[in-house]
């Protein structure tokens, strides 16, 4: 029976350090972002870091999705 992949990320941020960092990294932009959005009025440079922080996250997004397909073919094939 294939595991559904929202165990896989359960396993993945138990037991792997680097899926554990990009995912603390993601929250950590995430954090920033809701700041931002919050404020009344961006700056120049605060537009400039909000679309920085979009595309940071969806890289690591992208990242830990990749791991997790891995972790599925991985597991597919045992």
Same mark, same amino acid.
Not at 42 to 57: A, G, Q, R
């Given at each position: /029976?294939?595991?559904?992949?929202g165990? +896989? $990320?359960?396993? #993945? /941020?138990a037991?792997?350090?680097e899926?554990? @960092? &990009?995912?603390?990294? @993601?929250? *950590? !932009?995430?954090?920033e #972002?809701? *700041?931002?959005?919050k404020?009344? !009025?961006?700056?120049?440079?605060d &537009? +400039?870091?909000?679309?920085? #922080? %979009? %595309?940071?996250? &969806? *890289? &690591? $997004?992208d990242? /830990?999705?990749?791991?997790?397909?891995?972790?599925? $073919? +991985?597991?597919? @094939?045992r």
């Amino acid at each position: /029976m294939p595991i559904a992949s929202g165990d +896989i $990320r359960e396993q #993945l /941020m138990a037991a792997n350090p680097e899926f554990q @960092h &990009l995912a603390a990294e @993601h929250s *950590r !932009y995430s954090t920033e #972002l809701e *700041r931002l959005t919050k404020e009344p !009025y961006l700056c120049s440079e605060d &537009l +400039i870091l909000e679309t920085k #922080l %979009k %595309k940071l996250k &969806l *890289r &690591l $997004r992208d990242e /830990m999705e990749k791991m997790v397909a891995e972790n599925e $073919r +991985i597991q597919q @094939h045992r």
